[in-house]
């Protein structure tokens, strides 16, 4: 869980939470939000599912990607849609180096014939603490603020692709 400290308390943007997934194998489709919390029950909204850049994101190693990142909106249980009232998630998937928005493109990644190793993980932010609700405009704020100021530390927690990788220590 992590607090942004220049947004002002009760903010619904205020609060994130990250989840990483980390898949070494690529016998399993990687674990999505439209999928699982749907099965929990949630209801996702019909303004769902949009992919969105964000721009100038620096890396471990000090290059700059433009990240490419999915949301996923789900409405407040027993709710109409409100588009200013959503939980929202958004992932985007580190595949041997690279970043994808989706799970087809990680499984073509994944699985390129070039490849002698590989790996993905699923880099997840849900934005608000459990009963806080925003649009998707303030998620998409949020969620690129919160990746430009993280993704070096978030690669210092994946996989090396260097020859330790390729010697099974990941």
Known sequence: NYRDLQKSPGDPAEDLKINL????????MPHVPEV?????????AQCSRKVFEVANVKRKDGSVVTLRVRL????PAQEKENSNRLKNV???FNVNGEYVPTSREVVSRFWRATNKYAYDT??????????????QDQAIAAVSDFLRASLADI??????TTSATKAGNP
């Open 72 to 75: 996923i909106s789900f409405l």
């Open 90 to 92: 958004a992932y985007v």
């Open 36 to 44: 699982c919390w749907a099965g929990s029950g949630m209801v996702e």
């Open 21 to 28: 997934n980390y898949y070494a194998i690529g016998s399993s």
């Open 155 to 160: 690669e210092d927690c994946l996989p090396r």
């Open 122 to 135: 699923k880099i997840e932010v849900t934005v608000g603490k459990d009963q806080q609700f925003c649009s």
